[in-house]
Every structure is written in structure tokens, then in C-alpha cells.
């Protein structure tokens, strides 16, 4: 079973550049960044004054994301502001899950000694990354608020002297904010590295039967979480810059 399954919680080192180790999930992020911005230029260039089926279907989308964005920040200055941040999330995101579906993800690679490194890796079973997407998100929400309502009155949401239990409010709300870097990264991260683990096991007992519906379950999946986590910052974002009452 130890050798027939392994299983990498840390992204592995395949190489340095300048010092710096450069890391499997590395390389498969830039790869998703540059197919994003080929598809980008791509269809920037398509995009016709009299659209065809594809682009209307693809315009009805976005104006569909668009106005929900404006409905649930309740102003569409706002969400011409955000919309390019929450979109880009979710492509981010479930570009790097569909990807990992990819042949030669996870199977393409070197041996270093009787240790297999792959050479690419999917890029959410790097806890860095959903962490440092989570950073990005509570930045945002964070500066958003202080330049919406202003800084004394976001303050006076996890600072309020005017009762002692105003105050246990405050500081139960200011965990809160803490801690939703933790829920929005760990759980990114907990379910596409389960994801994984379900299929190297079923690969390994079941080869030729069981791989190809888990692998459908697991792209819905990585769909939802790439919706999720790109709602929950909408969400943030929405409670940061309503007034503390």
C-alpha cells in the first residue's frame, strides 16, 4: 500500500531559478495564467458589434454574474469595480480545477532517487495558494470597507466601548474577520486535495470502472468551489461596506 499510493501534502521542488525553489504547483499556475490570458486575447479579438450564438450566449452570462453583483452590493458602480476581481477568482479557480484533469498532471515528471516528482501538480493542493488568494480576498474586503464607511465607523464594528457587550461583540467580530482567511483557504484546499486522494485510491483498486464518474463528481466540485469561494468574497465585501448598526 506504501508504495503503490503517495500521497504529497507540500508542493515538491523541481528546480531553483535564482535561488528561489521553483515548485511543481508553480509551474502549473503559470501555465493556467498564460492559457487565461490566451483565451482572454483570443476572444478580445472575436468579439463582433453584431454578436453571434456563442457570444450572445457568453454576453447573457456575464450580464447574468453582472447583475447579480449589483443586486447583492446594491450598486452597479460597485460591481463595475468588482466584477473583474470576483471573475477573475472564479476563473482562477476552476481553471486550476479542470486542469487538473489534464493527462500529464500528476503523471509527467522525474525520479529523484525512488521518490517520483511530478513535473506539474494541481494548483489547490498547494495550501498556498488558496491561502494567498484568501489574503488577497480579505485584503479587499478590509480596504473596501475603510474607504466605503470610512475608518472610524468600520473600526466601531470590532471596537465598540459603549457596553461590555458591545465590546464582547467587537472582538468576536474581529476573530470572525480573522478567521475567514483560514475557512476560505482550508476549504479550497481540504476538498480538491480530497478530491485527489478519492482518485489515486480509486485509480489504484478499481482502475478501469470507478476513476471516470468520480472524476465528473470531482469537476462539479471544483466548479462549486471556484463559485463559493468567489461568492463568499462578494459576500465580504457586501457586509464590509453596510454601516455597523
Known amino acids: 500500500m506504501e508504495q503503490g499510493i503517495?500521497?504529497?501534502?507540500?508542493?515538491?521542488?523541481?528546480?531553483?531559478?535564482?535561488?528561489?525553489?521553483?515548485?511543481?504547483?508553480l509551474?502549473?499556475?503559470?501555465?493556467?495564467?498564460?492559457?487565461?490570458?490566451?483565451?482572454?486575447?483570443?476572444?478580445?479579438?472575436?468579439?463582433?458589434?453584431?454578436?453571434?450564438?456563442?457570444?450572445?450566449?457568453?454576453?447573457?452570462?456575464?450580464?447574468?454574474?453582472?447583475?447579480?453583483?449589483?443586486?447583492?452590493?446594491?450598486?452597479?458602480?460597485?460591481a463595475v469595480r468588482f466584477f473583474p476581481l470576483l471573475m477573475t477568482i472564479f476563473l482562477f479557480v476552476f481553471a486550476s480545477n479542470v486542469l487538473e484533469f489534464i493527462p500529464g498532471i500528476g503523471s509527467l515528471g522525474f525520479f529523484h532517487g525512488t521518490e517520483f516528482i511530478?513535473?506539474?501538480?494541481s494548483v489547490n493542493t498547494d495550501l498556498n495558494?488558496?491561502?494567498?488568494?484568501?489574503?488577497?480576498?480579505?485584503?479587499?474586503?478590509?480596504?473596501?470597507g475603510i474607504l466605503t464607511i470610512g475608518a472610524i465607523k468600520y473600526g466601531k464594528k470590532f471596537l465598540d466601548l459603549r457596553s461590555p457587550l458591545s465590546f464582547a461583540i467587537g472582538i468576536v467580530e474581529f476573530i470572525g474577520e480573522l478567521v475567514r482567511v483560514v475557512s476560505l483557504s482550508f476549504?479550497?484546499?481540504?476538498?480538491?486535495?480530497?478530491?485527489?486522494?478519492?482518485?489515486?485510491?480509486?485509480?489504484?483498486?478499481?482502475?478501469?470502472l470507478l476513476p471516470v464518474p468520480l472524476m465528473m463528481?470531482?469537476?462539479?466540485?471544483?466548479?462549486?468551489?471556484?463559485?463559493?469561494?468567489?461568492?463568499?468574497?462578494?459576500?465580504f465585501i457586501k457586509l464590509a461596506v453596510t454601516e455597523p448598526h
Do not use: C
Open 27 to 78: 509551474l502549473t499556475s503559470w501555465i493556467i495564467v498564460a492559457l487565461l490570458v490566451v483565451v482572454a486575447v483570443v476572444f478580445r479579438n472575436k468579439l463582433r458589434m453584431v454578436p453571434g450564438k456563442f457570444q450572445t450566449v457568453l454576453e447573457s452570462m456575464f450580464s447574468s454574474v453582472f447583475d447579480y453583483i449589483a443586486e447583492t452590493l446594491e450598486s452597479k458602480e460597485m
Open 129 to 144: 495558494v488558496p491561502l494567498m488568494l484568501a489574503i488577497i480576498s480579505f485584503f479587499v474586503v478590509e480596504i473596501t
Open 118 to 121: 511530478p513535473l506539474f501538480r
Open 217 to 235: 463528481f470531482e469537476l462539479f466540485i471544483g466548479t462549486l468551489q471556484a463559485a463559493v469561494f468567489a461568492l463568499l468574497t462578494l459576500f
Open 6 to 25: 503517495h500521497v504529497a501534502i507540500s508542493a515538491e521542488q523541481v528546480g531553483q531559478f535564482l535561488g528561489i525553489p521553483i515548485t511543481n504547483t
Open 187 to 208: 476549504r479550497l484546499f481540504g476538498n480538491v486535495l480530497a478530491g485527489e486522494v478519492v482518485l489515486l485510491v480509486a485509480v489504484y483498486f478499481v482502475p478501469y
